[in-house]
Nanobody
Framework: VQLQASGGGSVQAGGSLTLSCAAS????????MEWHRQAPGKERELVAS???????SYRESVKGRFTIARDAAKNTVDLQMNNLKPEDTGVYYC?????????WGQGTQVTVSS
């Protein structure tokens, strides 16, 4: 699966951004779609995921602020990020999981200033 992430940028704390991950096959036929992030000097971490049945899960630190959803019209998996904090800064990557394979998109930078 080819993945293309977009939507990153620079915002002040409290602001919002929406990231989109476009896929080369229907996002509704991918077992799991995930958003990960990697801050400078830190390991990559899972932020949110959505399963083929629409079930979602979130990292504790983003619960209530981030929403992951699939957009049928655009064939994307979007990550709506509200009330952003400086600690949300990092490169965000989308990741697809299918039986027998997984694929990563290129990252998109999110910078939140205080």
């Amino acid at each position: 699966v080819q993945l293309q992430a977009s939507g990153g940028g620079s915002v002040q704390a409290g602001g919002s951004l929406t990231l989109s991950c476009a896929a080369s096959r229907s996002v509704f036929n991918i077992n799991v779609m995930e958003w990960h992030r990697q801050a400078p000097g830190k390991e990559r971490e899972l932020v949110a995921s959505i399963g083929i049945g629409g079930d979602t899960s979130y990292r504790e630190s983003v619960k209530g602020r981030f929403t992951i959803a699939r957009d049928a019209a655009k064939n994307t998996v979007d990550l709506q990020m509200n009330n952003l904090k400086p600690e949300d800064t990092g490169v965000y990557y989308c990741h697809s999981l299918l039986i027998g394979r997984n694929d990563w998109g290129q990252g998109t930078q999110v910078t939140v200033s205080s």
